[in-house]
């Protein structure tokens, strides 16, 4: 496995989000609010912003799913409800997982990370929304990052069957392209993995212009890949970088209640384990002495946080989302 390099979770920001600017966001107060007034739940496209330099980071959202608890190899069911319980993010039928979206801007390029499961998985399709909330249309994206291609990340490229970032590059690393359209893993593969290696191949016959990339390297000046490989044989990060700020989007390599305390508790669609949890086992540690800005996935909206080391244990700490000057 290549090692990644010290350089790709560098942040000379302190931990409490000094010297990064917010500038937008759909806070749970406003939400309150206005169920206060109308005696009913409201729909929000939730939205949030952070400034890294010249960039604007936008997390955006597809929806949730709920994972049952023992999706989970390396506890029991009981052990994981009751650290879900714990933490709140505990329902009747599992973990519930956020799906997350960052969408980068500095004026010239509009590039998103992953595209949602787009109704694949639980209550999910709401990426276009989003988009039109800051008044974007599909295709107004130049570039679209995958992280790596399971379901969720990958859905809302070929919803519908059709090509739904037109003008959009397309980024995947050539070690998910190459595993998750060979016939012979699809089938040695469980039921679970089939609608992955179903829509890799959609993908791959809708994008002709997608770019299998291999290892770190600068997509745009300021937004690179950060080798995460592990999760699946191809995972990646993406790191956005500018005046001395930077934003780690770590994918998969967070997931709520396990992580980032047990590197040896998996996830189900996790193929090589044992790789993942090397991958963990360095990264958590470099991340925490950096005090590197993690965006995640699967973590509850916007998914932002540190790594940081307390009493000898790894834990998740959300960043502070208040206004800053």
């Known amino acids: 496995m290549a090692e990644f390099s010290r350089r790709s979770f560098v942040s000379t920001l302190p931990l409490g989000l000094a010297g990064a600017s917010l500038i937008a966001g759909a806070p749970t107060t406003v939400i309150a609010a206005a169920q206060a007034a109308t005696g009913s739940p409201v ?7 952070i400034r890294i330099g010249r960039f604007t980071v936008t997390a955006l959202t597809d929806g949730y799913a709920d994972m049952p608890f023992d999706y989970f190899p390396g506890r029991d069911a009981a052990e994981v409800e009751k650290a879900a319980t714990a933490q709140f993010t505990a329902r009747p039928s599992g973990v519930r997982f956020l799906f997350n979206q960052y969408l980068i801007e500095d004026g010239q390029r509009r590039i ?36 790596h291609l399971h379901q969720d990340h990958m859905g809302g490229l070929i919803a519908g069957g059709k090509n739904n970032f037109p003008k959009a590059e397309l980024y ?26 179903k829509m890799a191949e959609e993908v791959v016959r809708l994008y002709p212009k ?17 080798d995460l490989t592990g999760h699946t044989p191809g995972h990646i990060g993406v790191r956005v970088e500018d005046g001395g700020q ?22 189900l669609f996790e193929q090589d384990r044992e790789a993942a949890k090397a991958m963990r086992d360095r990264f958590f540690p470099m991340a925490a002495s950096e005090g590197a800005l993690i965006a995640a996935t699967h973590m509850p909206f916007p998914g932002l946080g540190r790594v940081v080391a307390d009493r000898g244990q790894m834990r998740w700490q959300v960043a502070d989302w208040a206004l800053q000057n």
């Open 210 to 226: 997608l770019q299998a990339i291999d290892g770190e390297r600068e997509i745009s000046p300021g937004v690179s890949i950060v």
């Open 172 to 197: 995947i690393d050539r070690r998910d392209v190459a595993h998750w359209t060979d016939p012979a893993k699809r089938n040695g593969a469980p039921d679970f993995l089939q609608p992955s290696f």
């Open 246 to 267: 930077s934003l780690i989007m770590v994918s998969d390599m967070i997931f709520p209640v396990v992580h980032p305390a047990a590197t040896d508790v998996f996830f």
């Open 43 to 49: 729909s929000v496209t939730p939205l949030a912003q």
């Open 112 to 147: 998103l990370i992953d595209a949602g499961a787009a109704g694949s998985i639980g209550q999910t399709g709401q990426l276009p929304q989003a988009l039109s909330a800051l008044g974007l249309k599909l295709d107004e994206i130049d570039a679209v990052i995958v992280t």
